[in-house]
């Protein structure tokens, strides 16, 4: 589909819309994404710029989120 992009994140095949920024992308797995780091295409995106760096066909994204707890 044309107005979709094929990513891989953890592994795993996942469509998201055109368009899209890697925040986006985060917040569809229901992630906060002041709680994420996220590897794009190998190299660790910062936090700060995870809203301005939009995804491409093809993308391979590793995300870790961190989990509070005692």
């Not at 095949?13 to 985060?26: E, K, N, Q």
């Not at 780091?37 to 093809?58: F, K, Q, Y």
Request: proline share 3%; no cysteine.
């Amino acid at each position: 589909m044309a107005d979709q992009l094929a990513l891989t994140v953890n592994g795993e095949s996942r469509r998201i819309a055109a368009g899209a920024s890697i925040a986006d992308l985060v917040v569809s797995l229901e992630l906060d994404p002041k709680k994420v780091a996220v590897e794009h295409n190998g190299e660790i995106a910062p936090r700060s710029t995870l809203a301005a760096v939009m995804l491409a066909d093809g993308d391979v994204l590793e995300i870790v989120h961190f989990v509070g707890g005692g």
